[in-house]
């Protein structure tokens, strides 16, 4: 089966698997926003763990390059 889904928003891309929500949004002459929300212990997503978390961060980033 579909291990994940993608949406589009904007500028930003999201992958959505079972436990996380990853979003990148481009930023010109800056660095990325980066996004990253699990949903296992934080459904309605209001800590935004990317900066704890960057082995996931890292394996969502190799998806989308």
Same mark, same amino acid.
């Given at each position: 089966g579909r291990s994940h889904a993608?949406?589009?928003? /904007?500028?930003?891309?999201?992958?959505?698997? @079972?436990?996380y929500?990853? &979003?990148?949004?481009? /930023?010109k002459g800056r660095d990325d926003l980066? @996004?990253?929300?699990?949903? &296992?212990?934080?459904p309605n997503e209001p800590r935004n763990i990317a900066s704890s978390s960057p082995a996931a961060v890292a394996a969502f980033q190799a998806l989308l390059n």
């Open positions: 993608w949406a589009y928003w /904007r500028s930003g891309t999201s992958i959505r698997t @079972e436990t929500r990853f &979003t990148r949004w481009p /930023r980066i @996004e990253l929300y699990d949903h &296992t212990n934080d």
